[in-house]
């Protein structure tokens, strides 16, 4: 192990007297931007978000946790500095069910769906229907379902090895993704397919044992979700895949087959249109070239 990936940044030159904006991380800056931005949206939008003074203390509370968790080291700390981002940036997904409505007051399934269909003169999830069967279907509705786990993965494996840097940078990586495509749904909010094509669709899906359980598991959790445009799960899994290197060159390939199961399920469960893969891919690919270097010019010298 590496001498640096075991020393922690406080012990690097940054201390809990240095200014402010010398202690925060890049993905402190990172976050409390977006919250900064959700909360100006909320306060615009106040009138037509429910729950709109609940939002507005959260991110309040949030970014006062936090920042007493900078300013004010103590024994929980180094841990909370870590992981917090993983409630802070579910806590903005949830948010997405309210904002995205208020927002742009219409969703853009149709013009989704457009697309997809000028482009393979189908709609794919209902071609699709000519490959369904019940086997496939459970497979793919389990690997659907651990999307989160498996991006969560990497974090943590990474962590166990106390491979410092490496956790840090990974999720400062997977926060911007997941904050990027956030700001997709805002400007592009859609259902997808499995609302909009429903009565086109000829056959339900069926799985064996777990299907229908997953399935409305993610419905409860996603309540009426504009979480469409771009597709989260590509490019998360490909973030996930990509980093999973830096954990052990033997994750490639395994990560690699979840990454196209995954891609494929999106489009097959009916949960995508073939547009939001491609952009969530095309948005992967941009992060993984340009966020090195934003990371850097958001990393004090001395932290």
């Known amino acids: 192990m590496r001498a640096q990936e075991q020393k922690r940044p406080e012990a690097r030159g940054v201390t809990a007297g240095s200014p402010l904006w010398e202690l925060l991380w890049p993905v ?23 729950l709109a003074p609940a939002l507005a203390a959260f991110h309040i509370a949030g970014a006062a946790i936090l920042l007493f968790e900078i300013r004010f080291p103590n024994r929980t700390s180094w841990f909370f500095r870590n992981w917090y981002p993983v409630i802070y940036v579910a806590f903005c997904f949830r948010e997405m069910n309210y904002l995205a409505p208020a927002v742009r007051h219409t969703n853009l399934d149709q013009w989704l769906a457009g697309l997809d269909y000028a482009f393979w003169h189908a709609n794919p999830t209902v071609w699709l229907e000519r490959i369904e069967s019940r086997w496939l279907t459970e497979y793919l509705q389990i690997i659907y379902t651990l999307f989160v786990p498996a991006v969560l993965l990497v974090a943590f ?5 106390r491979k410092y840097a490496e ?10 993704g997941f904050l990027v495509s956030y700001a997709g749904y805002l400007i592009v909010p859609a259902r997808g397919p499995r609302f909009l094509l429903q009565h086109l669709q000829h056959i339900p899906l069926q799985g064996l044992w777990l299907f229908g359980r997953l399935q409305g598991g993610l419905d409860r959790l996603e309540s009426v979700a504009y979480d469409c445009f771009p597709s989260g799960h590509t490019e998360l899994t490909i973030l996930a895949w990509w980093n999973s290197r830096t954990v052990r060159n033997s994750l490639f390939w395994p990560y690699f087959a979840y990454t ?15 547009i939001d893969v491609l952009a969530g891919a095309a948005i992967a690919a941009i992060l993984l070239v340009a966020t090195p270097s934003l990371y850097r010019n958001l990393k004090h010298k001395g932290a």
């Open 157 to 161: 494996l990474l962590w166990r090895q």
């Open 28 to 50: 402190d800056k990172l976050i409390l931007a977006f919250y900064s931005l959700a909360l100006i949206l909320v306060a615009i939008c106040w009138r037509s978000i429910p």
């Open 167 to 176: 956790f840090q940078y990974y999720a400062f990586l997977v926060a911007l």
């Open 260 to 274: 196209s199961s995954i891609i494929f399920a999106t489009v097959y469960l009916r949960y995508h249109y073939t």
